[in-house]
């Protein structure tokens, strides 16, 4: 990041403008809206100067966004090779999480543009270099750890999103028309699992998700051994 400082007014009281200021701001902001498009200008004003400002240290928004995957993924842990394989992935897995859980913009900085964001790459190896020490290669190991590391934020993505707190209570939670495309006796067991939601503990069924994905992962390896 540029380490150049100018010193704006912001609110009486003098600022400093700098790359780290843009960073911590975008990923605030970030956090506070994950699915409303980021944009320079809603930066720019949260920092109270002009979107032009932002451009001398950031000539690009992919630019910023590549800074911000970066700070986003610098101190993500290190798998414990301590621990049996099985171990390490949900180890892993729940670490991802753990992120997602502190920073709710974590799956915007994972890619954009169809690419993967290089510090999100980054964070992947650990679990594609386990996955060859284990004896998977060539389709075998593109193909398990796709699925791995794909249903792994997927299973994050819907059990910890920020745009679930409406179920919290299952008389908030409309199916409107759904209801029109089952049979009475589908939309009977609808409402009688309708009450249980709220009940939930996403955790649980969080870990659930993770330890049968492993499990998946132990299966293709005895296959692949056989």
């Known amino acids: 990041m540029a380490n150049e400082a100018a010193v704006i007014p912001v609110r009486g009281r003098p600022a400093v403008l700098s790359a780290e200021a843009i960073v ?14 980021l944009s320079m200008a809603k930066i720019a004003r949260e920092l109270s100067v002009s979107p032009p400002a932002l451009y001398r240290y950031f000539p690009t928004r992919t630019a910023l966004l590549n800074a911000m995957s970066a700070e986003m993924f610098a101190d993500f842990p290190a798998l414990p090779a301590d621990l049996p394989w099985r171990d390490q992935l949900i180890r892993w897995q729940n670490d991802v999480a753990h992120l997602y859980e502190r920073h709710h913009g974590v799956m915007m900085l994972m890619g954009w543009d169809d690419q993967l964001a290089g510090p999100w790459l980054r964070v992947q190896m650990p679990v594609l270099s386990l996955f060859h020490s284990l004896g998977f290669t060539k389709l075998a190991l593109v193909e398990t750890t796709s699925w791995f590391l794909a249903a792994t934020v997927g299973l994050i993505r819907t059990y910890l999103a920020t745009d679930s707190e409406g179920l919290s209570r299952s008389d908030m939670i409309e199916f409107g028309d759904g209801l029109d495309h089952l049979t009475p ?10 009450q249980w939601i709220a009940q939930g503990d996403a955790n649980r069924i969080l ?12 299966r293709e390896l005895a296959r692949l051994k056989r």
């Open 24 to 37: 911590e701001v975008a990923l605030r902001l970030l956090d506070a809206h994950p699915t409303a498009e």
């Open 207 to 218: 870990n659930l998700g993770f330890e049968a994905l492993v499990d998946g992962v132990e």
């Open 185 to 194: 006796e589908q939309r009977a067991l609808t409402e009688e699992t309708r």
